[in-house]
């Protein structure tokens, strides 16, 4: 029954809201680092067999395996049955054709090139062999009847040996800035600025603290001998040991900075990749230009063992569990297609799957099918940051590649290179290294004064390939924020790693939950969608007056069967709604309960598409930064907007919504023990709904000095910049209907004269280009896709304003002086001393105190 719900609701509520307390600042990204794969095959089990110019990329099917996703350890999101038009293997691909250069390079005479422009260039600088390697080779060939060594030659000049020691000497004229291998054995160097925590040559843990603990690495005892059968297919069960290994590989391993400054050397890298080109003299009065490569057409891990737990990896040939595959390579100006070698670690409780991942390189690998090089990645970002969808951006990038190559894709390819560049671009994203508190405003901190509803209604998930699931009896309306957001980017990262894994078609609606800069969320986070009724419909009758009578205990639902005929009469009259006399006891109690149900849901937002999800509410601060977002799957009502402050660190000051008398009537109901606190018995208006509307004046929302109380405790109510437990949920006046709404007036914004200025700064916002990149109309088909945008245009957006307030204040430093975050997060100029002034300081307080000991 409602009065059941209601019962239910105040418990979660309230226990969810009177716990307004601290979050720890805890990282929302990607744990994330960079493991890394590499070239040319050194001689080995089975090296790939060269395949003539040109060869095509041509997909073999595939037979299909067992829905093996369907034991995922993912809380309630669950697996796509086997489509009879989509590739489901979940294991690498090993019976494509496999080959090594798709362009054969004339020699070209290098002679007069100094060595350090040979290395630069990725070239082995000849020198005549020793003693010793030619006692090698003479005791390999008169072995070769045993033992077949395989030689692989890089071309002299066009292609580019992707060797560590090499990748990132970007020219430097000096060894300043970088780092080598402690291990003795390897070779391999970084520079500082992109230090790895494992050296992914030889897997040496370069990290400072060597004895850092990883709860889930994989331990091989030294004795074992229950190694991988290399021979035999994996059984279902190995390749979910190896599903979950790889990820935490790529995980453990891939780091990616987020800031393009960060990479310059490696743009650098990657442009002059694509500008190398040879050219030769005239040819019949024509000067002939051969455009050649420096990119390699062969890629593949460097590593000799597992980065997880050290056991021997296992690299095969055509037809087996890690053999080389057909891999497209995408730049800005090159499409082509290369291979791409797979190594498997032989422990049989890891079997980790090694490819080629450094990033270094200047490329990033879509599950061996992709190397796109990251400039290409950066490019999509900007233009998401402008608003543009992402699969418009990353059509957009492979058309202007196919102009710059006069290369042109078949449909299948073009919709093959689509998907995997934009499964690898929210991989990328998920890699990608950040603090989701860099978003917060500077001058607002965690604790904005005024926070602004906003709505976008077509900012949409199509339902056409994904079913929500509602859990039939949920006890409770709390989720888990990381888990979520962590499942969510283990999805695409799982996309990358195995393209052709089950994607996600059943979701568990009541998992989905909101996101809010860490330090700007509560201690316990909700999503009420499961108890929304559809079918509540406006009634006729005043809810104000229905919340009063719950308020002062006259109403109490769990015990309307008791209530005669007559009190359930005067308590309809009360609220406005009409009955008659020839009403019965049950329809009286269906009046008042409709009435309720509807106070309960509050006003409705109609969809954009019963075929789409609800749509996307946030609020910002007064400066458009972005304080929270939740992503709707039914229809936006008024609950929506108590989960999302309820699920809030601190509830704001005053909130402005345009639905606002629903809102807070909905708190009221929802959660009283939390608003009485609040607003009392005012339903969060200025004043009491039930006399006239008043002006008024709130002294706490001006401007104060700047200054932090830290006295006050992290799950009290008072605001710890009002110093008030007031709160109000107001509207601008011009979005309200005061006909249907007797209280509407009773929110408007202009009755406090404090909150006056903010009328204008509202109505700015919504005119804003912010505000408009941030309503652009968009559907996704893809569920996880979907919420890691809006989460990425949370953080883009908002940190674009952060960054510029940030700048504002570093112009007006002086010298000693850096710009710092205090402890409610907003921006702030520190003073520097030097030794010298704390010494002076010391001896002027020291000369202080004698003289009043003098005295």
């Given at each position: 029954t409602p009065a059941a719900k209601r019962g239910q609701q105040s418990v979660y509520t309230e226990s969810a809201a009177v716990s307004e307390s601290t979050s720890k600042s805890a990282l929302e990204s990607s744990e994330a680092v960079s493991q890394l794969l590499n070239v040319v095959p050194v001689g080995g089990i089975d090296a790939p067999a060269p395949t003539q110019k040109g060869q095509e990329v041509k997909s073999k099917p595939r037979p299909k395996p067992s829905l093996l996703a369907a034991a995922r350890p993912m809380r309630a999101i669950l697996p796509a049955p086997a489509n009879v038009g989509r590739e489901t293997s979940t294991e690498q691909p090993n019976n494509r054709q496999a080959f090594a250069n798709t362009d054969k390079h004339s020699p070209v005479r290098t002679s007069g090139l100094k060595p350090s422009t040979l290395k630069q260039l990725g070239q082995s600088i000849l020198q005549p062999p020793s003693a010793e390697e030619r006692k090698l080779h003479s005791a390999l060939t008169s072995r070769a009847s045993q033992v077949k060594v395989v030689e692989v030659k890089p071309d002299i000049f066009p292609s580019y040996k992707y060797s560590c020691t090499v990748t990132l000497d970007l020219g430097l004229a000096t060894s300043r800035g970088r780092g080598k291998c402690k291990n003795p054995s390897c070779s391999y160097v970084y520079t500082n600025r992109h230090k790895p925590r494992i050296c992914p040559s030889c897997g040496y843990n370069l990290a400072k603290d060597r004895a850092e603990k990883t709860a889930k690495s994989l331990e091989v005892s030294?004795?074992?001998?229950?190694?991988?059968?290399?021979?035999?297919?994996?059984?279902?069960?190995?390749?979910?040991?190896?599903?979950?290994?790889t990820l935490q590989l790529l995980r453990k391993v891939m780091q990616i900075p987020e800031n393009e400054s960060e990479l310059a050397e490696v743009f650098a890298l990657i442009h002059e990749l694509n500008s190398s080109r040879l050219i030769l003299s005239n040819v019949s009065e024509e000067t002939v230009t051969i455009e050649q490569t420096s990119w390699s057409n062969y890629y593949e891990s460097p590593s000799a063992q597992c980065l997880l737990c050290n056991s021997p990896l296992f690299k095969g040939g055509q037809n087996s569990l890690a053999?080389?595959?057909?891999?497209?390579?995408?730049?800005?100006?090159?499409?082509?297609?290369?291979?791409?070698?797979?190594?498997?670690?032989?422990?049989?409780?890891?079997?980790?799957?090694?490819?080629?991942?450094?990033?270094?390189?200047?490329l990033f690998n879509?599950?061996?099918?992709?190397?796109?090089?990251?400039?290409?990645?950066?490019?999509?970002?900007?233009?998401?940051?402008?608003?543009?969808?992402?699969?418009?951006?990353?059509?957009?990038?492979?058309d202007s590649v196919q102009e710059q190559t006069e290369k042109s894709l078949s449909p299948d390819e073009q919709v093959q290179l689509q998907e995997l560049l934009c499964n690898g671009y929210w991989a990328f994203e998920c890699l990608t290294v950040r603090d989701y508190n860099d978003m917060i405003c500077g001058i607002c901190g965690i604790t904005p004064k005024v926070e602004i509803a906003q709505r976008n209604v077509e900012n949409v998930l199509a339902l056409k390939n994904i079913e929500f699931t509602w859990p039939e009896f949920l006890p409770s309306s709390e989720v888990n924020v990381e888990d979520f957001w962590s499942t969510m980017e283990t999805e695409v990262i799982e996309q990358v790693a195995f393209p052709s894994s089950i994607p996600i078609t059943k979701f568990d609606a009541s998992i989905v939950a909101p996101f809010f800069p860490p330090l700007m969320r509560g201690a316990m986070v909700i999503n009420t969608e499961k108890d929304k009724n559809l079918d509540a419909q406006p009634v006729t009758g005043n809810g104000s007056a229905l919340v009063r009578l719950l308020q002062e205990e006259i109403v109490r639902l769990?015990?309307?069967?008791?209530?005669?005929?007559?009190?359930?009469?005067?308590f309809l009259t009360q609220?406005?709604?009409?009955?008659?006399?020839?009403?019965?006891?049950?329809?009286?109690?269906y009046s008042l309960l409709a009435l309720y149900e509807f106070v309960q849901n509050g006003t409705s937002i109609t969809q954009a598409s019963a075929?789409?999800?609800?749509?996307?509410?946030?609020?910002?601060?007064?400066?458009?930064?972005v304080c929270g977002s939740k992503y709707i799957v039914r229809g936006e009502n008024a609950r929506d907007h108590v989960d999302l402050l309820v699920s809030s660190r601190h509830w704001p000051p005053v909130y402005v919504v345009d639905t606002a008398s629903s809102v807070a009537l909905c708190a009221d109901v929802c959660c009283p023990g939390l608003t009485s606190q609040m607003w009392g018995k005012n339903q969060g208006c200025f004043s009491d709904p039930m006399d006239?509307?008043?002006?008024?004046?709130?002294?706490?929302?001006l401007d104060q000095h700047y200054s932090v109380d830290m006295t006050v405790a992290e799950h009290s109510v008072q605001h710890p910049v009002t110093k008030s437990s007031a709160r109000r949920i107001v509207h601008t006046g011009s979005e309200q209907n005061s006909h249907r709404d007797p209280t509407a007036r009773h929110h408007c914004i202009s009755l406090c004269r404090e909150l006056e200025p903010y009328g204008a700064i509202i109505a700015a916002i919504n005119d804003s280009k912010t505000s408009n990149i941030r309503q652009r109309p968009i559907t996704f088909e893809n569920a996880t896709h979907y919420y890691l945008y809006n989460r990425l245009m949370d953080f883009l957006t908002s940190r674009e304003i952060v960054n510029r307030q940030i700048q504002e204040i570093v112009q007006s430093c002086q010298p000693g002086e850096v710009v710092i975050r205090d402890a409610l997060y907003r921006l702030g100029v520190a003073q520097i001393k030097t030794e010298t002034e704390e010494d002076e300081e010391g001896k002027e307080s020291l000369v202080e105190e004698e003289e009043s000991k003098q005295l």
């Open positions: 030294p004795g074992q001998s229950d190694v991988l059968n290399t021979s035999e297919p994996l059984t279902p069960s190995q390749k979910e040991i190896q599903r979950q290994s053999g080389p595959q057909e891999c497209w390579l995408l730049t800005a100006n090159r499409l082509q297609v290369v291979t791409a070698q797979v190594k498997v670690c032989l422990n049989l409780q890891c079997l980790a799957l090694h490819s080629f991942t450094d990033i270094y390189t200047g879509v599950g061996n099918k992709l190397l796109v090089s990251l400039d290409l990645l950066f490019a999509i970002r900007n233009h998401i940051k402008l608003g543009e969808d992402p699969r418009v951006a990353v059509g957009n990038i492979l769990e015990l309307i069967s008791s209530y005669s005929e007559e009190e359930l009469q005067s609220c406005g709604i009409p009955w008659e006399a020839s009403d019965t006891k049950d329809q009286l109690c075929h789409h999800t609800g749509g996307k509410i946030y609020k910002v601060c007064p400066h458009q930064v006239p509307p008043t002006y008024v004046s709130c002294p706490e929302l």
